[in-house]
């Protein structure tokens, strides 16, 4: 029951700051999706990375990893805009989008992952 407290905790704080983001950053709401979908994607792979190495209570990964990311990001909502690209007949656009928001959201992931090890690797030494 506790497990399920901390992911609601988590959740509830992740929702709000993706809608803050979403409504108060002066980009097209596509854009803003991406954006939030390539931080919470750095912020996985940096958590990820800090868990890894520090050996966090499983309660404190979930709170924020199912919880606060898995409410933060917006795979749903960056699936109905690339959608609504294609039904609008904006296929270029909707494949670069595609294109974009997956690598770039890969690449987040590996950045996140990178500079928590070389932050860990400075703190030991």
Partial sequence: MLKILFIAIGGIFGTLLRSFMAHNIALSMSFNILLINYLGSFLAGCFFQFFKALNFHATIQNLIMVGFLGAFTTFSTYSLEAVKMFLAGEYKTGIWYI???????????????????QLMFFIKS
């Fill in 99 to 117: 294109i974009i928001g997956n690598i770039g959201a890969v690449v987040a992931t590996l950045v996140g992952i990178f500079l928590v090890k």
